[in-house]
């Protein structure tokens, strides 16, 4: 049984470091997240209109892949930074890889629009099946969200 709706997983940001660890390590079920709003069951997004965040995205999941993850957290806007480690994003990438295998190539960025901000999903070929990197960028181009997920779970809106 899946022990997370909907396959997502949300993590309250606003939780201290080592409850976040915990929940991590509930969520890598389906999905690792790390981001303060659930999807909601349907949701559908529209193609992007602003400035493309394909390249930052793919940066960022570069530098998971290497291991730079104060790389990746100094990418976050200033509330996320002060509420997700480097530590933390770590260890939810090693709860992702111990479900779905490690890492082996991504497909091309995929952006749309939401309510939270710009969305930009990047498939992801993993050893033990298919997985995707998604961020979710604001108005200044910092990250306000990023998950590790399983194929297929949907933007919101």
Same mark, same amino acid.
């Not at 939270?116 to 200044?140: I, Y």
């Given at each position: 049984?899946?022990?997370?709706?909907?396959?997502?997983?949300?993590?309250?940001?606003?939780?201290?470091?080592?409850? !976040?660890?915990?929940?991590?390590?509930?969520?890598?079920?389906?999905?690792?997240? %790390? +981001?303060?709003?659930?999807?909601?069951? @349907? !949701?559908?997004?529209?193609?992007?209109?602003?400035?493309?965040? #394909? &390249?930052?995205?793919? =940066?960022?999941?570069?530098?998971?892949?290497?291991?730079? /993850?104060?790389?990746?957290?100094?990418?976050? =806007?200033?509330?996320?930074? *002060?509420?997700?480690?480097?530590? +933390? %994003?770590? &260890?939810?990438?090693?709860?992702? &890889?111990?479900?779905?295998?490690?890492?082996?190539?991504? #497909?091309?960025? *995929?952006? &749309?629009?939401?309510?939270?901000?710009?969305?930009?999903?990047?498939?992801?070929?993993?050893?033990? @099946?298919? #997985?995707? /990197?998604?961020?979710? /960028?604001?108005?200044?181009?910092?990250?306000?969200? %990023?998950?590790? %997920? *399983?194929?297929?779970?949907?933007?919101?809106?």
């Amino acid at each position: 049984m899946d022990p997370v709706p909907h396959g997502y997983g949300p993590l309250r940001c606003a939780a201290v470091a080592a409850a !976040a660890v915990a929940l991590i390590s509930v969520a890598a079920g389906p999905s690792a997240a %790390l +981001v303060p709003d659930a999807v909601p069951a @349907g !949701a559908v997004a529209t193609a992007a209109r602003g400035p493309s965040y #394909g &390249q930052p995205a793919l =940066d960022a999941l570069a530098e998971v892949v290497r291991g730079d /993850f104060s790389a990746v957290t100094a990418r976050f =806007d200033p509330a996320l930074r *002060r509420q997700v480690s480097p530590q +933390v %994003l770590e &260890q939810s990438w090693a709860a992702y &890889q111990a479900q779905f295998g490690r890492y082996v190539s991504h #497909g091309e960025p *995929r952006q &749309q629009d939401s309510g939270a901000g710009t969305v930009v999903s990047v498939p992801l070929r993993m050893a033990k @099946g298919p #997985g995707e /990197f998604r961020v979710t /960028f604001n108005g200044d181009g910092h990250l306000v969200g %990023l998950y590790f %997920l *399983r194929a297929g779970v949907p933007v919101p809106a």
